[in-house]
């Protein structure tokens, strides 16, 4: 069973940044597709950004060119950079890798001044 392990929410300013990590346990990491989704209190979770396991890339609208999604298949690694950062932003966000249907524990972002 793969484990995904968030990392990297604080709370930060309106137009900062951050970058979220999320961490794979197991070696089939690099086969599959991967996705953060976001979850705001009283809103159903959204897909922000996916990754196939070839590196391309897609986002939804609200963070396209300020959010950028990468995964390094050496270290396991999934990340999300966040520029820009805009009160709206501010949920848990989590990792999934798809596939196999796996989530991480979520990691929470607030952007409030």
């Known amino acids: 069973q793969v484990q995904l392990v968030e990392s990297g929410g604080d709370l930060v300013q309106p137009g900062g940044s951050l970058r979220l990590s999320c961490a794979a346990s197991?070696?089939?990491?690099?086969?599959?597709?991967m996705g953060w989704y976001r979850q705001a209190p009283g809103k159903q979770r959204e897909l922000v950004a996916f990754i196939s396991s070839g590196g391309t890339t897609t986002y939804a609208t609200s963070v396209k060119g300020r959010f950028t999604i990468s995964r390094d298949n050496a270290k396991n690694t999934m990340y999300l950079q966040m520029n820009s950062l805009k009160p709206e932003d501010t949920a848990v966000y989590y990792c999934k890798l798809h596939g196999i249907g796996s989530w991480g524990q979520g990691t929470q972002v607030t952007v409030s001044s």
């Open positions: 197991g070696s089939i990491f690099s086969i599959y597709p």
